[in-house]
């Protein structure tokens, strides 16, 4: 039990919201590289143009029902919308299960939201929509200095996994400290969103004076920036060196098994390895850091 709410119950609609979130983000992955409006026009076919019906729009069942493939012109329908579904729902409830009933949880369910469609984004593209990164960094910042005053005026019950608070808006302002300590905590997150921006830029600049050529773009300055307004400094050196070695490895593997040829064609989506390493940070990040931090006592 949750706060009188069923586990089963609550699980059941996180399932549901994690579907509903990831068919949404396929209209984004599909739309946002190409600078469209993700309100409309309503869902279509890429192919024919028709307009999808609302049967065939629920998450993940009218794409098994119709075998994969469009009703009016039986165009394959790409897996990633599909895949895009489920992982949004394994993702959604991977919060609900590492974090509980609580606003830390609610705040690593959008993050990890944001990050699934920019490691598509980039996988698909090479793109990095400012619409995600920027309002990720925006939210982020608002985050970090929302969550401690939310979690000093909500009941204690919203704080601790399993149970669900109750808010009282007289308590607010009651609290000058809790306001100070919430300020501090936002100025802190965009300082340190504004730092990571500057290593990525710093890392681009020396890689053009040795190869001459960009070896970053800026998405991927912006989006270590959104990483480190909603993870902080530590877990964000984590992400960046998980991100540099899982790139690292892929690399060296693409060009063992194409040989040179491959070695001139590769170019790697980096912001999808600094996605996935965030992902990883957001979920086994601090332990991973207790293990490594044991070496240097």
Partial sequence: MAGGIPTWLFATFV??????????????ISRLPRHESIVRPRSRCPKCGVAIKSRDNVPVLSWLL???RCRSCRWRIPWRYPAVELATTALFLLCFLRFGITCESIGMAILCFLLLGLAVMDAETMRLP????????????VWSGALWLISQEFSPGLRSPGGIGVFDPSVLGRHTGDWQIAAVNLITSAVWAFVAFLVILA?????????????MGLGDAKLLAMIAAWLGP????????LAVVGAAVFGVAWIGLRGRRGAM??????????CAAAMYAIFAGEPT????LKFFR
Avoid at 16 to 22: E, S, T, V
Wanted: proline residues 2%; contains cysteine.
């Fill in 15 to 28: 399932v549901l919201l994690g579907l509903a979130f990831g068919s949404f983000l396929n209209v984004c």
């Fill in 66 to 68: 119709l075998r994969g």
């Fill in 130 to 141: 400012d619409a995600l990164t920027w309002t990720g960094i925006g939210l982020g910042v």
């Fill in 203 to 215: 890392i681009r600049g020396v890689y053009w004076l040795i190869r001459r050529r960009e070896g």
């Fill in 234 to 241: 530590m877990l964000t050196l984590l992400t960046l060196f």
């Fill in 265 to 274: 064609s590769l170019r790697l989506p980096f912001g999808a390895f600094l």
């Fill in 289 to 292: 850091l207790r293990w490594y």
